[in-house]
């Protein structure tokens, strides 16, 4: 495997960024705290990307923390203002934006587990998370952790967790899944923001894999059953019951 430093130079991808995405500057640095507080730091001065080779305080969902390997993995988030008539529908789409930028890389389908979870292989390769109102009205802090060239976990996610490298014995260039993930990112903000989500509702489905079989869903307490239909406006199972998307903590096969 080739050394995982060979990566594209930040001038070549900043030049991709801003010849195919919204995403017309980047930002690039050694470590920090987290890339969600860098994106958040004044000035807050259109859309941009920020990455990390290293976060010493990374984070996901509900404060839970994000480990990463310095210099292998990648630790990105995009700032991106766009009004969304259907914000919920960001969260159910990013997930599908990081499986369709990681797939051609993989040779083979990722699932995607709600809320914010991306799988390969029964292992979570990749996690999301969306921060609102932390740098201005309709800008959306999109952070995006995904698990690229390291080949060891601590003790704790061994069982869990997996690499493109472990996987794939394949050598990522972050910088170029980095213009990738734009890229799937940037389609999905236009589809949402102008009300076309018929296809990113079709790949979530596709993704999830969950429709026909039984199901636990955690919306204000357990509930069991055979989930008949989800779209980004909720879940609805065979008995009829539905839970709005946005009230879904959790959904598992049962």
């Given at each position: 495997?080739?050394?995982p430093?060979a990566g594209a130079?930040d001038?070549?991808?900043?030049a991709?960024l801003?010849g195919?995405?919204?995403?017309?500057?980047?930002v690039?640095?050694p470590?920090?705290?987290?890339?969600?507080?860098?994106?958040a730091?004044p000035?807050?001065?259109g859309?941009?990307?920020f990455w990390?080779?290293?976060q010493?305080?990374?984070?996901g969902r509900q404060?839970?923390s994000?480990?990463?390997?310095p210099?292998v993995?990648l630790?990105?988030?995009f700032?991106a203002?766009a009004?969304?008539?259907?914000?919920?529908?960001?969260?159910a789409?990013?997930?599908?934006?990081?499986?369709e930028a990681?797939e051609?890389l993989?040779g083979?389908g990722?699932r995607v587990?709600w809320?914010?979870d991306?799988y390969?292989d029964?292992?979570?390769?990749?996690g999301?998370?969306?921060?609102s109102?932390?740098?201005g009205?309709d800008?959306?802090?999109?952070?995006v952790g995904?698990?690229?060239?390291?080949?060891r976990f601590?003790?704790?996610?061994?069982a869990?967790?997996?690499s493109?490298a472990?996987?794939?014995g394949?050598f990522?260039?972050?910088?170029m899944?980095l213009?990738a993930l734009?890229?799937?990112?940037?389609?999905?903000?236009?589809?949402?923001?102008?009300?076309?989500l018929a296809?990113?509702e079709?790949?979530?489905r596709?993704r999830l894999?969950?429709?026909?079989?039984?199901?636990?869903i955690?919306a204000g307490?357990?509930?069991?059953?055979?989930?008949?239909?989800?779209?980004?406006?909720?879940?609805r199972l065979?008995?009829?019951a539905?839970f709005?998307l946005?009230h879904?903590r959790?959904?598992?096969?049962?």
């Open positions: 495997m080739d050394h430093e130079p001038a070549v991808v900043t991709l801003q195919t995405t919204r995403f017309h500057r980047c690039h640095v470590t920090c705290a987290s890339t969600q507080d860098l994106a730091a000035p807050i001065d859309d941009a990307v990390a080779d290293h010493t305080h990374g984070r404060q839970r994000w480990h990463d390997e210099g993995d630790a990105v988030t700032r203002t009004p969304l008539p259907q914000p919920i529908a960001l969260a789409a990013l997930p599908v934006a990081v499986a990681v051609p993989v083979r990722l587990k809320p914010n991306v390969l029964g292992h979570k390769l990749s999301v998370l969306v921060d109102g932390m740098a009205r800008t959306w802090l999109i952070g995904v698990n690229c060239n390291r080949t601590p003790p704790e996610l061994e869990t967790a997996t493109i472990i996987a794939c394949a990522v260039d972050r910088g899944l213009v734009a890229q799937r990112l940037d389609v999905a903000l236009r589809e949402i923001a102008a009300g076309r296809r990113l079709a790949a979530f596709d894999g969950l429709v026909g079989r039984r199901v636990v955690d307490g357990e509930h069991r059953g055979e989930l008949a239909a989800i779209d980004f406006a909720g879940a065979a008995s009829g539905v709005p946005a879904v959790a959904l598992r096969q049962q």
